[in-house]
Antibody, heavy 116, light 111 residues
Framework: EVQLVESGGGLVQPGGSLRLSCAAS????????MNWVRQAPGKGLEWVSY????????YYADSVKGRFTISRDNAKNSLYLQMNSLRAEDTAVYYC?????????WGQGTLVTVSS | QSVLTQPPSVSAAPGQKVTISCSGS????????VSWYQQLPGTAPKLLIY???KRPSGIPDRFSGSKSGTSATLGITGLQTGDEADYYC????????????FGGGTKLTVL
């Protein structure tokens, strides 16, 4: 069974940093591209970042470019999102999503709250 | 303001049919596959349709997808109260990086 489990969310002050993790199981993690998608409270889905299976290709949404860094460790079956210079508008539930046929599996999400 | 335009809400009675539109441009829907996602209240999104009109295993054939030009449509027949959810379209957009883009979402109410 495919499972994606996010962790690392929490309350952080504006300007602070946070590192999210996504633990994958039930599939060959190293064969799939992965994405981070976020959802602000009461709002729609917003794509954040993409990383290819070998980490050779990475994309970011303009809203996070220069502040967030996506990475993965295929040996540990894990995906990461390093978030720096956090702003109030980064407050959201962050999901990791596998890109098989489209975004075919999603984690349960981890809540990031940016507030003083 | 989302790159892909969806109606904010649709509604229909149980047993009826509903369609949800998703309008884009040549840089996204016009040249890429569209997928659709269902998000039940308080849960993570779930893939409903991929490659414009394909259903993943386990998705009933009450759900269908189509694409024409720069627009896509999700259809749901035999509506059930359990179908009440937010529905999102999504696709790659080559004009922005590339970036993945989602529609703003459509809230389906089964009356």
């Amino acid at each position: 069974e495919v499972q994606l489990v996010e962790s690392g969310g929490g309350l952080v002050q504006p300007g602070g940093s946070l590192r999210l993790s996504c633990a994958a199981s039930g599939f060959t993690f190293s064969s799939y591209s992965m994405n981070w998608v976020r959802q602000a409270p009461g709002k729609g889905l917003e794509w954040v970042s993409y990383i290819s299976s070998s980490s050779s290709t990475i994309y970011y949404a303009d809203s996070v470019k220069g502040r967030f860094t996506i990475s993965r460790d295929n040996a540990k079956n894990s995906l990461y999102l390093q978030m720096n210079s956090l702003r109030a508008e980064d407050t959201a539930v962050y999901y990791c999503a596998r890109e098989g046929v489209a975004f075919d599996y999603w984690g349960q999400g981890t809540l990031v709250t940016v507030s003083s | 303001q989302s790159v892909l335009t969806q109606p904010p809400s649709v509604s229909a009675a149980p047993g009826q049919k509903v369609t949800i539109s998703c309008s884009g441009s040549s840089s996204n829907i016009g040249n890429n596959y569209v997928s659709w996602y269902q998000q039940l209240p308080g849960t993570a999104p779930k893939l409903l349709i991929y490659d414009n009109n394909k259903r993943p295993s386990g998705i009933p054939d009450r759900f269908s997808g189509s694409k024409s030009g720069t627009s896509a449509t999700l259809g749901i027949t035999g509506l059930q109260t359990g179908d009440e959810a937010d529905y999102y379209c999504g696709t790659w957009d080559s004009s922005l990086g590339p970036n993945w883009v989602f529609g703003g979402g459509t809230k389906l109410t089964v009356l």
